[in-house]
């Protein structure tokens, strides 16, 4: 079974600056994908950024970038240049290949402080 | 716009009420998926559609139904509901079921208050 854990309930940032949201899962199969969704007071889950388990290229998406630590079962988001707009809460999710499930973390809460 | 859309947005339903969310997706996909999102607690799978068959129950109360007539279009029929049925309802899809890299589209929610 996968499980995805956050361990961050709440995180904030001072604008401009750079914050990194953490995340650690565990799987025990090879073929699975990485992903950090962004969830606005609006609710709507919006894709930030997915990570191939096979590639050992950390994905970059403009200010959004992960550390991925696939040995530690690690993947981080850091938001560089932090803006207002990114305040939201943060999921980070996995899913298998073989079941096509995605699997959610608990979330954390990015505060960004004007 | 993910090209996900529910309705309705809000619905607040009696317990001994039946009504329905509605779900459609303009993206062509054949997978589609009902989450629950409650307070405090991580999302939650409900239900998974593969071209119009359900693959998958977590374990849903009967007083949830899901339908999915075609590959655009998935419900929730609710009946019965109890107070902590109260939370919002994710629709979501995908271009397929159980191929890596599948990335999930969601809706923007629909927020069920049961009284």
């Known amino acids: 079974a996968q499980t995805v854990t956050q361990s961050q309930p709440e995180m904030s940032v001072q604008e401009a600056e750079t914050v990194t949201l953490s995340c650690t899962y565990d799987?025990?199969?090879?073929?699975?994908?990485l992903f950090w969704y962004k969830q606005p007071p609006s609710r709507q889950m919006i894709l930030v950024i997915r990570?191939?388990?096979?590639?050992?290229q950390n994905a970059t998406e403009n200010r959004f970038s992960v550390n991925f630590q696939k040995a530690a079962k690690s993947f981080s988001l850091k938001i560089s240049d932090s803006q207002l707009g990114d305040a939201a809460m943060y999921f980070c999710?996995?899913?298998?290949?073989?079941?096509?499930?995605?699997?959610f973390g608990q979330g954390t809460t990015l505060q960004v402080k004007p | 716009e993910t090209g996900v859309t529910q309705t309705p947005r809000h619905l607040v339903m009696g317990m001994t009420n039946k009504k329905s969310l509605k779900c459609e997706q303009h993206?062509?996909?054949?997978?589609m998926y009902w989450y629950k999102q409650s307070a405090k607690k991580p999302l939650e799978l409900m239900f998974v559609?593969?071209?119009?068959?359900?693959?998958e129950n977590n374990s849903v109360p009967s007083r949830f139904s899901p339908e999915c007539p075609n590959s655009s279009h998935l419900f929730l029929h609710l009946h019965t509901l109890q107070p902590e049925d109260s939370a919002l309802y994710l629709c979501?899809?995908?271009?397929?079921?159980?191929?890596?890299?599948?990335?999930?589209?969601f809706g923007e929610g629909s927020w069920l208050t049961v009284v």
């Open positions: 979501a899809s995908s271009r397929t079921l159980r191929q890596s890299g599948n990335t999930i589209y």
């Open positions: 799987t025990s199969e090879s073929d699975y994908y």
């Open positions: 990570q191939e388990a096979y590639k050992q």
């Open positions: 999710a996995a899913i298998s290949g073989n079941t096509g499930k995605l699997i």
């Open positions: 993206l062509g996909h054949n997978a």
């Open positions: 559609y593969s071209l119009e068959e359900r693959v």
